[in-house]
């Protein structure tokens, strides 16, 4: 497959290679992939090179989610290459996880050789036909001239715009064919997709005047405002110190205003705090920046935030008037508007005066006075929330990334422990995907390697990418796995008891591993704690060990995640810990509502 | 139907959807390249969203562009929806509601026409009545045996309808429509 001339011209090597150099050219320092029959010429090249560190995976779904968790904390793309069939279909689950989250991400697939496809050969499957609908967009390389370019696109699609997975498949003749390289474009070639970063001066104008008449504001933001960088997160501090705002964020969005910012009402939605639910139902101006109205955060749709005027910036078009009417859309990168937004609110001819707040922020401090997140505390068992709470407290200091799964313990983590930058929390929001965050640590112990990694687990998520432990082990990544282990799926146990009269099916963990000995059958250390009193001193141990470490918390079974606004309510309908009596949690939802998720 | 019964697929309750569903007809221009068919109506079926007519052919061959019609129905918000959708698939240049935008030029709806292949089979009075029903719709005679002939319709999709169920009574054995192709009036290009 080489040329005949002894020397081939610079431009000129195999499909593999142009992967290789592709990928150098974008920037690539570090790939998570596990190999393959059909990508065996890319990994022969990886052997040949050391410029890009390849990280060996125990499961694709693992190198997907470790791409996201680099990716998230980075700020880059992340980058993922697995084999064609079952290597595909495992990167499936990230890949929606990544489209819902707006994570960049490209993922190169091997794939049988051209002559090949459609036969039902081995290991052979529709990528692109499978992963269509759970990619930003995906390509099925039929010619190494065209290698080169796909992939410099699909960079440029994965991170411009709002951020997605993109899917690369190579097939492996391909891979072995001898083309050119093309460099990088300046300016892309493709003209159909161009996104638009600018706002329209006239809306973000008409945003300004109405926030400046406002009585009840509040900054309602997400993830967007994290995607679109660190500066878009300083103009938003500056935003909320210019207006006095009061502001509140998505799950995707915290860190992007600090949590110990005199504005932070705590994150909105199902659990979010009465606070900041309260302030969405009852505001005369809602500012939406880089958040999309996801159902987790409205509520009943027809009783949400009913007496706002709504201005709503997004990159997306299709993000905007999709659940909830706005009334000024802006179109654009959050960054950039927010830019425009600072500068035109300094250029009010008649400043907004404090006291016309003044009332709104008396409401919110009653509002606060609730202490919505409070739980009863115990000397006996850890409370998971205390566990949480401690947590915070013996790492807050250090340069410490968070990741989460998905269920109680995630929303606790949210609850309970504050972020004051942007990039330091990694969870999986859209999709909810259980088992994203140990391979999330894994990529973000990878991208900061002398940072204090901590995946906040349950007993249940945990165990859906436990193997990763494997890879943790092998590159020395010290990833800290903190258990919140209550023996139970505690979300799904919360919701059985919410609404089908406490019947747990299938929500118990029969069988539970002792995770102390598994972390040592990997090579890890296991860490044990029941005792409230011994938490911070083995909270401290933890940290200290210079390896993976597996922290079994052992906490109350069946405590509850409160404050909730239960299926069908609106926000000013929130059940409080306090209220949360056995009796009002089993008639919290009717009829209607226990129909929906 | 989906898309507006059950808006978006969110989880949570969600009003009954009181505005009134309408048919519109959009304009699609898009990459010919592999899959990009697959991509629009992908997104229709993934979202809800209806489909009740759709045509596609390139159209410019040098620029390897493609237009897609689509007729579908939805509430306003719902098309509005739509079309931001179809806008963010890659491969798509532009996307026209043909239907809004027969609107704004004060006419009732766009240009929409549709070409149908009818085959009647018959003998003796039959065939002569559907012959002479042919020429007052202006089918052309395309194939023809002693005991058949194929008719070629063009026109808007009523008077097609209506050709068809003229033609039942008279040995109609197959039907084939192309659906419907559609261009708004004036000077101006999509």
């Given at each position: 497959?080489?040329?005949?001339?002894?020397?081939?011209?610079?431009?000129?090597?195999?499909?593999?290679?142009?992967?290789?150099?592709?990928?150098?050219?974008?920037?690539?320092?570090?790939?998570?992939?596990?190999?393959?029959?059909?990508?065996?010429?890319?990994?022969?090249?990886?052997?040949?090179?050391?410029?890009?560190?390849?990280?060996?995976?125990?499961?694709?779904?693992?190198?997907?989610?470790?791409?996201?968790?680099?990716?998230?904390?980075?700020?880059?793309?992340?980058?993922?290459?697995v084999?064609?069939?079952?290597?595909?279909?495992?990167a499936?689950?990230?890949?929606?996880?990544?489209?819902?989250?707006?994570?960049?991400?490209?993922?190169?697939?091997?794939?049988?050789?051209?002559?090949?496809?459609?036969?039902?050969?081995?290991?052979?499957?529709?990528?692109?036909?499978?992963?269509?609908?759970?990619?930003?967009?995906?390509?099925?390389?039929?010619?190494?001239?065209?290698?080169?370019?796909?992939?410099?696109?699909?960079?440029?699609?994965?991170?411009?715009?709002?951020?997605?997975?993109?899917?690369?498949?190579?097939?492996?003749?391909?891979q072995?064919?001898?083309?050119?390289?093309?460099?990088?474009?300046?300016?892309?070639?493709?003209?159909?997709?161009?996104?638009?970063?600018?706002g329209?001066?006239?809306?973000?104008?008409?945003?300004?005047?109405?926030?400046?008449?406002?009585?009840?504001?509040?900054?309602?933001?997400?993830?967007?405002?994290?995607?679109?960088?660190?500066?878009?997160?300083?103009?938003?501090?500056?935003?909320?110190?210019?207006?006095?705002?009061?502001?509140?964020?998505?799950?995707?969005?915290?860190?992007?205003?600090?949590?110990?910012?005199?504005?932070?009402?705590?994150?909105?939605?199902?659990?979010?705090?009465?606070?900041?639910?309260?302030?969405?139902?009852?505001?005369?101006?809602?500012?939406?920046?880089?958040?999309?109205?996801?159902?987790?955060?409205?509520?009943?749709?027809?009783?949400?935030?009913?007496?706002?005027?709504?201005?709503?910036?997004?990159i997306?078009?299709?993000?905007?008037?999709?659940?909830?009417?706005?009334?000024?859309?802006?179109?654009?990168?959050?960054?950039?508007?927010?830019e425009?937004?600072?500068?035109?609110?300094?250029?009010?001819?008649?400043?907004?005066?404090?006291?016309?707040?003044?009332?709104?922020?008396?409401e919110?401090?009653?509002?606060?006075?609730?202490?919505?997140?409070?739980?009863?505390?115990?000397?006996?068992?850890?409370?998971?929330?205390?566990?949480?709470?401690?947590?915070?407290?013996?790492?807050?200091?250090?340069?410490?990334?968070?990741?989460?799964?998905?269920?109680?313990?995630?929303?606790?983590?949210?609850?309970?422990?504050?972020?004051?930058?942007?990039?330091?929390?990694?969870?999986?929001?859209?999709?909810?995907?259980?088992?994203?965050?140990?391979?999330?640590?894994?990529?973000?112990?990878?991208?900061?390697?002398?940072?204090?990694?901590?995946?906040?687990?349950?007993?249940?998520?945990?165990?859906?990418?436990?193997?990763?432990?494997?890879?943790?082990?092998?590159?020395?990544l010290?990833?800290?796995?903190?258990?919140?282990?209550?023996?139970?799926?505690?979300?799904?146990?919360?919701?059985?008891?919410?609404?089908?009269?406490?019947?747990?099916?299938?929500?118990?963990?029969?069988?539970?591993?002792?995770?102390?000995?598994?972390?040592?059958?990997?090579?890890?250390?296991?860490m044990?704690?029941?005792?409230?009193?011994?938490?911070?001193?083995?909270?401290?141990?933890?940290?200290?060990?210079?390896?993976?470490?597996?922290?079994?918390c052992?906490?109350?079974?069946?405590?509850?995640?409160?404050?909730?606004?239960?299926?069908?309510?609106?926000?000013?309908?929130?059940?409080?810990?306090?209220?949360a009596?056995?009796?009002?949690?089993?008639?919290?939802?009717d009829?209607k509502?226990?129909?929906?998720? | 139907?989906?898309?507006?019964?059950?808006?978006?697929?969110?989880?949570?309750?969600?009003?009954?959807?009181?505005?009134?569903?309408?048919?519109?007809?959009?304009?699609?221009?898009?990459?010919?390249?592999?899959?990009?068919?697959?991509?629009?109506?992908?997104?229709?079926?993934?979202?809800?969203?209806?489909?009740?007519?759709?045509?596609?052919?390139?159209?410019?061959?040098?620029?390897?562009?493609?237009?897609?019609?689509?007729?579908?129905?939805?509430?306003?918000?719902?098309?509005?929806q739509?079309?931001?959708?179809?806008?963010?698939?890659?491969?798509?240049?532009?996307?026209?509601?043909?239907?809004?935008?027969?609107?704004?030029?004060?006419?009732?709806?766009?240009?929409?026409?549709?070409?149908?292949?009818?085959?009647?089979?018959?003998?003796?009075?039959?065939?002569?009545?559907?012959?002479?029903?042919?020429?007052?719709?202006?089918?052309?005679?395309?194939?023809?045996?002693?005991?058949?002939?194929?008719?070629?319709?063009?026109g808007?999709?009523?008077?097609?309808?209506?050709?068809?169920?003229?033609?039942?009574?008279?040995?109609?054995?197959?039907?084939?429509?192309?659906?419907?192709?559609?261009?708004?009036?004036?000077?101006q290009?999509?």
């Open positions: 497959m080489t040329d005949s001339n002894n020397q081939m011209p610079d431009n000129r090597m195999t499909g593999a290679e142009i992967v290789l150099k592709a990928l150098k050219e974008n920037g690539v320092e570090h790939l998570f992939g596990y190999p393959g029959g059909a990508v065996l010429p890319i990994y022969d090249e990886i052997f040949q090179q050391d410029e890009i560190q390849h990280i060996l995976v125990r499961h694709e779904q693992g190198a997907g989610h470790a791409a996201e968790g680099y990716a998230r904390s980075t700020g880059k793309v992340g980058v993922m290459l084999t064609s069939g079952p290597g595909a279909t495992n499936v689950t990230p890949l929606q996880d990544a489209l819902m989250d707006s994570v960049p991400l490209v993922c190169l697939t091997g794939q049988v050789p051209t002559t090949l496809i459609g036969s039902d050969a081995f290991q052979e499957c529709d990528t692109v036909g499978i992963t269509r609908p759970c990619t930003k967009h995906n390509w099925l390389v039929k010619d190494v001239n065209e290698l080169a370019g796909i992939i410099h696109e699909a960079f440029r699609i994965a991170q411009t715009g709002r951020p997605g997975p993109v899917v690369v498949d190579i097939p492996k003749d391909i072995f064919a001898t083309g050119t390289y093309t460099p990088k474009p300046e300016i892309a070639a493709n003209i159909s997709y161009q996104p638009k970063t600018q329209d001066l006239k809306a973000i104008q008409a945003a300004i005047d109405l926030m400046a008449t406002a009585r009840r504001p509040i900054l309602y933001t997400g993830g967007g405002v994290i995607n679109s960088g660190p500066e878009a997160s300083r103009l938003l501090r500056e935003l909320v110190e210019l207006t006095g705002f009061p502001i509140t964020s998505t799950l995707m969005g915290l860190g992007a205003y600090p949590a110990s910012g005199a504005n932070w009402l705590g994150m909105l939605g199902m659990h979010g705090s009465y606070e900041a639910n309260m302030a969405m139902h009852d505001c005369d101006v809602m500012v939406c920046i880089g958040a999309r109205f996801d159902d987790r955060i409205t509520g009943r749709l027809n009783a949400f935030s009913p007496n706002s005027r709504k201005v709503h910036v997004d997306d078009p299709s993000s905007i008037n999709k659940n909830v009417h706005v009334d000024i859309p802006i179109l654009g990168d959050v960054g950039s508007v927010l425009d937004m600072v500068r035109l609110w300094r250029a009010l001819p008649k400043k907004q005066v404090k006291a016309q707040t003044e009332e709104w922020w008396q919110i401090t009653r509002w606060r006075a609730r202490k919505s997140f409070s739980y009863k505390n115990s000397n006996d068992v850890i409370m998971p929330q205390y566990a949480l709470q401690r947590l915070h407290e013996l790492t807050k200091d250090r340069n410490t990334y968070i990741t989460t799964e998905v269920g109680q313990h995630q929303m606790w983590a949210a609850q309970f422990i504050d972020f004051e930058e942007p990039n330091r929390w990694m969870t999986s929001g859209g999709l909810g995907t259980m088992g994203y965050g140990f391979p999330a640590a894994i990529g973000v112990q990878v991208a900061h390697p002398d940072a204090l990694v901590i995946d906040v687990a349950g007993d249940a998520s945990i165990q859906m990418c436990i193997q990763e432990m494997s890879t943790a082990i092998q590159y020395n010290p990833v800290k796995i903190f258990i919140l282990n209550n023996q139970y799926m505690g979300m799904v146990r919360q919701w059985q008891q919410l609404l089908h009269g406490n019947r747990l099916s299938n929500s118990y963990t029969e069988a539970m591993p002792d995770f102390v000995k598994l972390a040592e059958a990997y090579g890890a250390v296991g044990y704690c029941d005792d409230p009193k011994e938490l911070d001193g083995k909270i401290e141990e933890m940290i200290a060990v210079k390896k993976p470490v597996i922290f079994d052992r906490v109350a079974n069946l405590a509850n995640c409160f404050p909730m606004i239960p299926s069908g309510k609106a926000h000013n309908e929130m059940l409080l810990p306090d209220e009596s056995d009796e009002a949690v089993a008639n919290a939802i009829a509502g226990r129909q929906l998720v | 139907m989906n898309a507006h019964q059950q808006p978006t697929g969110s989880a949570y309750f969600i009003a009954p959807e009181t505005a009134k569903a309408e048919s519109h007809t959009l304009s699609i221009l898009v990459n010919n390249e592999p899959g990009v068919l697959a991509r629009v109506i992908g997104l229709f079926s993934g979202r809800g969203y209806n489909i009740e007519s759709l045509t596609v052919s390139e159209t410019e061959h040098e620029a390897h562009l493609s237009r897609i019609t689509i007729v579908t129905r939805g509430t306003p918000t719902v098309l509005e739509i079309k931001a959708q179809l806008e963010r698939i890659v491969p798509v240049h532009r996307v026209v509601d043909l239907t809004v935008r027969a609107r704004e030029l004060g006419q009732e709806r766009p240009i929409e026409r549709e070409v149908a292949l009818v085959k009647v089979v018959g003998r003796g009075e039959h065939r002569a009545e559907a012959l002479r029903l042919a020429d007052a719709f202006h089918a052309k005679v395309v194939d023809a045996t002693v005991e058949h002939f194929i008719l070629e319709i063009t808007k999709s009523s008077k097609i309808d209506q050709f068809v169920a003229v033609m039942k009574p008279l040995g109609l054995v197959e039907v084939c429509r192309t659906g419907i192709a559609a261009m708004n009036r004036g000077q290009g999509m």
